[in-house]
Every structure is written in structure tokens, then in C-alpha cells.
């Protein structure tokens, strides 16, 4: 005879919907009023230290076409590798840098864009150096948890070669899906949903 078993149905899923721009970006949309400006859009002022660089990309589905809903928050170190954050203890951190952006993908391109500075390295759990990468948080229509990467630099092989996360990286064929290249100080960093060269995403 079955017994019955005494568990919480799962309840239904949600996606960030059609109105993740209006709540999150709302200027983006053209309502004004509700900010001054949207938040996370303006990551450094005139006295941020650091190297300035912009990150640029796109996310792109499983048939190659780019995202035209998407929203992608960033966080990261500052230039000399520490986080504004009050769990931060090696230091303080550049108090003219706020480590977190917030952007939406273009609604005609698809392509987003981040003003931001290139961080420092900061330490593992064990201590071991990390190579110096940025924290994606990536949600649109479709994606019921938002999906979690990090982008590192293509001109910090040794730094990467180091790095300890990089190297839990399975099957190594992936890592270069973790690899932004640059040209001049713009670094492009597509993020892959599905297909043969899907990003890697972090389960965290």
C-alpha cells in the first residue's frame, strides 16, 4: 500500500518577466521621475583610481540571436583588490568606486556596456591568489534563477594560469568562455546561454 508522503509541493517558478527593466532600469524605459538616474549605472566618478576600461558584450540564446530583455549586474574589487563591501577586512576600499553596476542589454542591439575600472586580485578561501575577474548576474524572460559567471581578463594569462577557481574548471575546452579579449581599453565578453560554446556559469 503507498504511503503518503508529507513533503511540500514545489511551488511555480517565476522568470524576471516582462517588466525587468521597468522595475530595475526605469529611465532606460523612459520613466523618469522614479530615480535620478538608474541604479548601478555610474560605477566610477572623476576620482576613481584605476585603470578605466569598458566591458561590452552581448548575450546570446541557443540559435545565436542576442537578447534584446536581458539585465546584467556586475560586482567587483577595486583597483587594488578590495571590495566595498562591509565584510571587507584586508582594508578599505576606494571609497570613489562603488563595485557594483547594474545594466540592461539595448533593446535594438542587444549589446550591453559597463564603465568600470580593472580590479586587483584578491585571495581564495585558502589563501591562494585569484586572477583578477568580474562577478555576472544575468537575468531575462525565460531564466527562471538568474544565472552566475565571472569574466576574467585575456591579457592576465599568468594571473589566469594561477587562478584557483579557473582551474576547477572540468573540461578545459570551457575556460575561454571565462575569457574576455581586449582591444584597446574595451574588453568583449560574450555570455553564451546554450550551444557548443556555452559560458561556463557558477552554481552559488
Not at 570551457?174 to 582591444?183: D, K, M, S
Amino acid at each position: 500500500m503507498t504511503q503518503a508522503l508529507n513533503m511540500l509541493k514545489e511551488s511555480a517558478s517565476q522568470t524576471a518577466g516582462p517588466y525587468v527593466h521597468i522595475g530595475c532600469t526605469p529611465n532606460f524605459t523612459g520613466i523618469e521621475g522614479v530615480y535620478d538616474e538608474d541604479l548601478g549605472k555610474v560605477m566610477v566618478n572623476d576620482d576613481t583610481l584605476g585603470e578605466r576600461i569598458t566591458i561590452t558584450g552581448k548575450v546570446i540564446d541557443g540559435s545565436g540571436t542576442p537578447l534584446k530583455d536581458a539585465l546584467l549586474e556586475i560586482w567587483q574589487a577595486d583597483h587594488s583588490g578590495l571590495y566595498n563591501s562591509p565584510a571587507e577586512t584586508r582594508g578599505l576600499a576606494d571609497p570613489n568606486f562603488k563595485g557594483w553596476g547594474r545594466q540592461p542589454t539595448d533593446m535594438t542591439s542587444g549589446v550591453f556596456t559597463f564603465e568600470t575600472i580593472k580590479p586587483g586580485r584578491v585571495p581564495f578561501v585558502e589563501g591562494r591568489m585569484q586572477a583578477p575577474h568580474i562577478t555576472f548576474w544575468i537575468v531575462a524572460r525565460g531564466i527562471n534563477l538568474g544565472l552566475n559567471t565571472r569574466m576574467y581578463f585575456g591579457d592576465e594569462e599568468e594571473a589566469n594560469a594561477e587562478d584557483p577557481v579557473l582551474a576547477r574548471v572540468e573540461h578545459r575546452v570551457r575556460v575561454p568562455t571565462l575569457i574576455a579579449g581586449r582591444e584597446g581599453n574595451t574588453y568583449t565578453f560574450d555570455i553564451n546561454l546554450q550551444g557548443p560554446n556555452e559560458t561556463v556559469f557558477f552554481d552559488i
